[in-house]
């Protein structure tokens, strides 16, 4: 009789690199090469007089009585390099079974049958409670989504902490994301994800056969990041009003949301924006990709998968109008300078900027980037010359949220004659995507300037003027228009100047152990000039705890400092970053990140 099956769980999941996701169930990844001590699936079957005939794998879900099962039936002995097959080995009372998968295998949940039969084929016992999981392996070369760089795969499959970068091309922010991939169960609810596809509650026998290609599946992800017409994950909203949910700003990382879209039944948690979507499944609103890389720098749009829309995001020009009274429309500005301008991303070798830009266009304005840009069927814009004489821009400062600040608008005369000229300026809130939301302050005034002069406007921004119109984002947009008699064309100047918000200051002292108590100081002083209320810290961190809210008791009056001390017990070795982001009702998306290297308990022994 079959007394026990040890599937070797530890053991495996180390070789395979998945110790870390799981370490009593099995995770493995798929290979092609055969008898590779780092690439193989060890299995111990104690028997009894009875032999071993055969093993039976069934995919998922689908059971032996299912029609639309999926039975794999295995080899033995060594086999061709696209079948499943396993090797025996006997050793008294137990068998080695070493268990080989072909590089191009369905990912997901196997369950095992071991079926012990009598010599006339009769089953006298069965096995089948038995049952691991297997996934991509970019450590193979085999597999078709192998990375030959080791300090590639470890951050781009093994690191749970990223940076998101946000702001203007000129004034970049780094937001820190918790991506979490190996706390408990977030492998399930991603293949739960899938699960859930249009494509999988269509036909779930011909979804599950496509999910050996991994640009099928990263397709299936992508698409189901949003709540438009399926069972995504989240639902977009950029309208400000989110008492029923989760502001956008407020997430640290993608497990909380992975978590209560999966405990509401896979109902879509609300809320995101762009890059929420892109955290969590790297993608924007909807499915993005994948497309290569050298495919959009070289133009070749015809390319799988949407290149015409990626090509746009980092080549599009800018086109400002002035629209009359009775409709008519007048091209005043055209830039093409800013869109695709410092594409970041995060550093491989530290927490640190990486510009990529150069991966993805050639450099602006050069020739090369001008032949791409006909080459891909776009219409190259042709500048708006301004007039000779004046030129108009703005010099923007980098104020602190709170704090009242100066942005100088200088008109400069390069004519040999003195020009007068009428200058409207218009401050305005701003989102990320460039939306306007609401005007803070507004100013039209004369300007007499000398020949070969340049005059410089000072319009001073006091904090009451702006406190009512920024929003979450905490950006401004300054708009200058300048009209001179005797000119063609009016002349446009623009300039985004995101708000510096203050420190959140985190810090975890002395030496963290792994299942010991840690503690982690939080503090933050009010920058406002009034009190702020209803606040909330709001703290994660993988392998160390999960999103967990400090509430702040009473308002926090300016120039206040308030201090929360957490205790926490980390779970797992190793470098971690532990997240915090506080909100109140008049300052939110205030971020502060702590490394915090957890390092293994010590265990004395007893002699």
């Not at 169960?185 to 599950?208: G, H, P, R, T, W």
């Not at 829309?309 to 093409?336: H, L, M, S, T």
């Not at 200058?423 to 007499?448: D, H, P």
Request: with cysteine; glycine share 6%; net charge neutral.
């Amino acid at each position: 009789m079959i007394t026990d099956v040890d599937l070797r769980s530890q053991e495996n999941n180390l070789a395979h690199r998945t110790r870390e996701i799981d370490r009593e169930r099995l995770i493995v990844r798929r290979v092609l090469r055969v008898f590779a001590p780092k690439h193989q699936l060890e299995l111990i079957l104690h028997l009894g007089e009875y032999s071993l005939i055969w093993i039976l794998g069934d995919h998922n879900k689908y059971v032996f009585s299912s029609k639309d099962e999926v039975v794999i039936k295995l080899q033995k002995g060594r086999g061709a390099g696209d079948k499943w097959w396993f090797n025996q080995q006997r050793a008294q009372d137990d068998i080695l079974l070493t268990l080989h998968s072909p590089a191009d295998a369905i990912i997901g949940q196997y369950h095992l049958a071991v079926l012990m039969m009598s010599p006339d084929g009769h089953i006298l016992e069965k096995a089948d409670k038995l049952s691991f999981h297997l996934l991509f392996n970019p450590w193979c070369k085999d597999d078709v989504v192998y990375l030959p760089d080791e300090s590639l795969l470890q951050e781009y499959v093994m690191n749970e902490d990223g940076i998101i970068f946000m702001g203007t091309w000129d004034n970049i922010n780094s937001i820190p994301w918790n991506y979490g991939q190996f706390e408990d169960y977030v492998m399930d609810m991603c293949f739960e994800v899938l699960d859930n596809s249009k494509d999988a509650l269509k036909n779930s026998e011909v979804d599950i056969k496509q999910r050996n290609d991994p640009v099928y599946v990263s397709r299936m992800v992508t698409a189901m990041v949003n709540s438009n017409g399926d069972r995504g994950l989240l639902t977009g909203r950029w309208d400000e009003s989110y008492t029923d949910g989760v502001a956008p700003y407020r997430w640290n990382g993608s497990v909380p949301i992975l978590q209560q879209w999966s405990n509401a039944g896979a109902r879509a948690v609300k809320y995101g924006q762009c890059w929420v979507f892109a955290a969590v499944a790297c993608t924007g609103e909807f499915c993005c990709g994948p497309c290569p890389v050298t495919a959009i720098k070289e133009g070749n749009l015809g390319v799988k998968y949407d290149a015409p829309f990626v090509f746009a995001e980092v080549n599009a020009d800018i086109i400002y109008w002035i629209v009359q009274a009775d409709g008519q429309r007048q091209k005043i500005r055209v830039d093409q300078a800013s869109v695709g301008r410092n594409i970041s991303t995060k550093s491989v070798y530290g927490d640190y900027r990486d510009d990529v830009t150069q991966q993805y266009k050639y450099s602006e304005g050069s020739n090369k980037e001008r032949d791409v840009f006909k080459k891909a069927g776009r219409r190259v814009t042709n500048e708006i010359t301004e007039p000779g004489q004046l030129k108009l821009s703005i010099k923007p400062s980098r104020p602190v949220l709170g704090t009242d600040f100066d942005v100088i608008v200088e008109v400069k005369n390069e004519g040999a004659r003195e020009a007068q000229a009428q200058l409207a300026m218009v401050v305005m809130a701003a989102t990320y995507s460039s939306l306007n939301r609401g005007e803070c302050k507004r100013q039209t005034i004369s300007v007499t300037v000398p020949a070969h002069k340049a005059h410089k406007e000072v319009l001073r921004l006091h904090y009451d003027d702006y406190v009512g119109c920024v929003r979450e984002h905490h950006l401004i947009r300054v708009k200058a228009l300048l009209e001179a008699p005797g000119e063609n064309e009016p002349i446009m100047a623009m300039a985004n100047i995101p708000m510096s918000m203050p420190e959140l200051l985190v810090q975890v002292p002395g030496k963290a152990v792994v299942w010991n108590q840690a503690t982690a100081f939080i503090s933050f002083t009010n920058p406002l000039l009034v009190p702020l209320k209803s606040g909330v810290f709001t703290v994660e961190g993988a392998g160390l705890l999960s999103a967990t809210e400090i509430s702040v008791k009473g308002d926090i009056n300016p120039g206040r400092k308030v201090s929360v001390k957490l205790l926490f017990s980390p779970v797992r070795t190793g470098v971690r970053k532990l997240l915090v982001d506080f909100d109140s009702d008049r300052l939110k998306d205030v971020k502060g990140v702590a490394t915090v290297v957890v390092y293994k308990r010590h265990i004395r022994s007893l002699n």
